[in-house]
């Protein structure tokens, strides 16, 4: 029995149900047993709430004030020099959030993929890799139904004419390239450079000639050639992580020593993290703040591309707040916006810093902490989730197809939407987790269907805003993800528990079974019978005597 007991709390521990206790008991909302403490005041129980969810107050504050601030500075006509200054405390946040991602991914995905058997580990890889991949086909087709509803590119007569530069445009590259790109940076060359280099393919043109019977020509010939541009390959860094992880699982008692050290790494990543969050609200102002105030020509920004804008935004949040929390509800039954409310940290620190990879520390802490997701499944997926999933680049993406479409009078057929639906789904996965990472991979889809790459100056133009919203849809679906899988876990585990206490009972009551079988009434009798004989021997040598 005892051995039973510690079975049973391990469990609890490895599946998260001690935090899911604290939260059911009250403690994670601030509030007492008032049985044992009696009736409190009501500016007690504020006081006490107000203090267990003082982070996310002041997260969300920060967002609101930083708002108004930029509003507020924006009259103040500020040079260029003065709005970096001003913008200086937003940016410690973000390069604090990216000191801590390298250690973060690579020690979290290195200790789940050894702490995790390994047909648990494909099993829980493969669903939440169906899980990614079909919200993220929901959210294509959201964006393009909401695109050919709402018509952003049917807006004005002529194109908008913005002061936008096209240095951020980025080169028109082969849809073969840009995929055979995307396995290349699955496996880097040089561990160390995919910290903060990837693979990109150039093009450079040569003058070949070509030799007829008569007469001697050249042609110019386009040839692909690589180079290592600058970006973390988070996607290379993630395959080596699982692989060296099981690796180490595979070495066994050998492997074990150095599975402790990633595990430690990790914990100590973790209290990192939890020191920068308590910095996270005033980066979070100044972020926003500082981007507010950059913004030019904001009226005529919205005018032109307004119904952009409002394309976008809707659809991220029929995605958001629809779509996502009605699947959790559908597999779980249980209340999606409660799991939500235990996010809106990790939400407003997304909607701060424009960056998934970014935001995915305090992620991990919040779906820990907050939602009682095990720490086995949040720091193994939630890595992987911040690199393939894209469902709010991918929604974007789909909608600025259409509004270029629209724009240039180039009606779409059936076979180009669907192009944009798999091209959209498929090329999110190579995205960046940073900033405008979305519009480096919308080059892929305007090409594939044939649309003139010049119009993403147009898109760039209003990316500070849009990205902010894609960044909260990508990881709202990485951390409904996680909550998804807990539950799957949790339902195993419930499963296997009730057929050993099924076992057990069967154990105790086979006895009583036995002898009243059949069988054991025939072995007494054979035993009885035995027994008689055995008796009638003596008698029977005595009368020969």
């Not at 006490?48 to 509003?71: F, H, Q, Y």
């Not at 913004?295 to 995605?319: N, Q, T």
């Not at 679906?477 to 585990?493: I, S």
Request: proline residues 4%; hydrophobic residues 50%.
């Amino acid at each position: 029995m005892a051995e039973k007991v510690s079975i049973e709390e391990d469990m609890k521990s490895a599946n998260g149900a001690a935090h899911l206790e604290e939260q059911e008991s009250g403690m994670a909302n601030g509030l007492t047993d008032r049985k044992k403490n009696g009736p409190e005041a009501l500016s007690e129980k504020l006081k006490r709430i107000a203090k267990a969810n003082l982070l996310v107050i002041l997260t969300v504050a920060g967002v609101i004030v930083g708002v108004l601030i930029g509003l507020a500075v924006r009259s103040a006509h500020l040079s260029n020099t003065q709005i970096i200054y001003f913008g200086f405390p937003g940016e410690l946040l973000i390069r604090l959030l990216k000191m801590i991602i390298i250690p973060l991914v690579v020690c979290s995905l290195v200790s789940g993929a050894a702490s995790i058997d390994p047909k648990a580990l494909g099993k829980l890889g493969g669903w939440a890799m169906l899980f990614f991949l079909v919200t993220t086909l929901i959210a294509s087709a959201i964006g393009v139904i909401m695109a050919f509803i709402i018509r952003p590119g049917t807006l004005t007569s002529s194109k908008p004419s913005l002061s936008v530069s096209n240095d951020g445009v980025p080169q028109s590259k082969e849809v073969v390239d840009s995929f055979l790109d995307l396995v290349r940076n699955i496996f880097p060359s040089n561990l160390v450079a995919a910290a903060f280099q990837s693979y990109a393919t150039s093009y450079k043109f040569v003058k070949v000639q070509k030799n007829d019977s008569a007469n001697v020509s050249y042609i110019v010939e386009k040839v692909p050639y690589g180079a290592d541009v600058d970006g973390m390959n988070i996607l290379g860094l993630v395959v080596f992580a699982i692989v060296f992880g099981v690796a180490l699982r595979k070495l066994g008692e050998e492997g074990e020593i150095l599975i402790k050290f990633f595990n430690s790494f990790n914990e100590a990543t973790m209290v990192l993290v939890s020191w920068i969050m308590w910095y996270a609200p005033l980066g979070i102002m100044f972020l926003v703040a500082g981007k507010i105030v950059e913004m030019e020509e904001v009226g005529l920004l919205f005018a032109s591309l307004g119904k952009y804008i409002a394309c976008c935004v809707i659809g991220h949040m029929v995605h958001g707040l629809l779509v996502l929390p009605l699947i959790y509800f559908i597999f779980t039954r249980k209340n999606p916006f409660t799991f939500l409310l235990g996010l809106v940290t990790a939400l407003a620190t997304a909607f701060g810093t424009s960056s998934s990879s970014a935001t995915l520390p305090l992620m991990m802490k919040c779906v820990e902490e907050k939602n009682g997701v095990s720490k086995q499944i949040s720091r193994f997926i939630l890595p992987i989730g911040a690199t393939v999933n894209m469902d709010g680049a991918a929604l974007f993406q789909c909608v600025a197809a259409v509004f270029i479409a629209q724009l240039n009078n180039q009606p779409l057929n059936f076979i180009q939407v669907i192009t944009i639906l798999v091209t959209a789904t498929a090329s999110s996965v190579g995205a960046a987790g940073i900033p405008a990472g979305g519009v480096l991979t919308l080059a892929i889809i305007l090409e594939a269907v044939g649309l003139p790459t010049n119009d993403i100056s147009l898109i760039l133009a209003v990316d500070w805003l849009v990205d902010r919203t894609c960044t909260v849809i990508n990881v709202e679906g990485d951390a409904f993800g996680a909550g998804l899988l807990q539950h799957f876990v949790d339902r195993n585990a419930k499963q296997e528990e009730g057929a050993e206490l099924s076992e057990v009972r069967l154990e105790g009551i086979r006895p009583t079974q036995q002898e009243s079988s059949p069988l054991v009434a025939k072995s007494k009798e054979a035993l009885e019978e035995g027994v008689a004989i055995a008796a009638a021997r003596p008698s029977e040598k005595e009368s020969i005597m």
